[in-house]
């Protein structure tokens, strides 16, 4: 099938990358398999080209409105359908990336598209962030990690900032106005080592949706209580007493 790139360009132009047309190829690709995956298990309820293409994959890459360089090692938590990392694996192939997400169909979907792709230094893990996060192999290790996951800040960030090492960064993508949920976070933020260090707030391009990028520095180590058991960062967010 014959697709329209052109905006896919323009959008790509606005956020500052220009692709080659293997990395073209690999978005084309990766679209193709999210709709026929789609038909047998629900990854996405955008499903459109164009709104794939704006609502997946230029706000997956929009990263680049709040950290103009990635590399190293990188982790997207709660990926889903991929997002945002294989976007970034796509445009960023020197950087080492972990897809994590709870449900293990997903996990099976995006190693094949990995396969597909021929992507390396990549991996898709199945686990809760819960318990990875105290897993000595992912805890503290990453110079990024990355979340489109829904949930409150100081939620995402008990998830996230665990697996960061010092120095490093968590970047959540948000929607809407944010000030008063990272009010409410700050606390959180700051017990678990992270500190916010920029908040960047725009219009997708060729789109009305509005996007906000948070990004925390990790400033000193996680204490070892966090993150708490399975479901309670989510039923009883840090906060100030």
Sequence with gaps: ???????????????????????????????DMLI????RMN?????????VVSKHFL?????SNICSKLEGKL???G?????????????????????MDSLNKRIRFLQEVID?????????????????????????????????????????????LPFVREGGDFIAYKSGQIEEELNEGKFGIRLLGGKIERVEQFTLPNSDFSRSLVLIRKTKKTPKTYPRKAGTPSKNPLKEK
């Design 1 to 31: 099938m014959e697709y329209d790139i052109s905006k896919f360009t323009e959008g790509l132009n606005c956020l500052g990358y220009q692709l080659s047309e293997h990395q073209y190829q690999s978005f084309l690709t990766y679209y």
């Design 36 to 39: 026929e995956w789609n038909r």
């Design 43 to 51: 990854l996405t309820t955008i499903t459109e080209y164009q709104e």
């Design 59 to 63: 706000d997956s890459l929009s990263i």
């Design 75 to 77: 982790l997207d938590l």
């Design 79 to 99: 990926t889903g359908a991929g997002f945002p990392g294989i976007p970034l694996k796509i445009v960023y192939p020197d950087l080492k990336i972990t897809l």
């Design 116 to 160: 597909r792709l021929e992507l390396n230094n990549i991996e898709a893990i199945h686990g809760r962030a819960e318990e990875m996060g105290r897993q000595k192999k992912y805890r503290e290790s990453y110079d990024h990690v990355v979340s489109r996951a829904v949930a409150n800040i100081s939620t995402l960030s008990e998830y996230c």
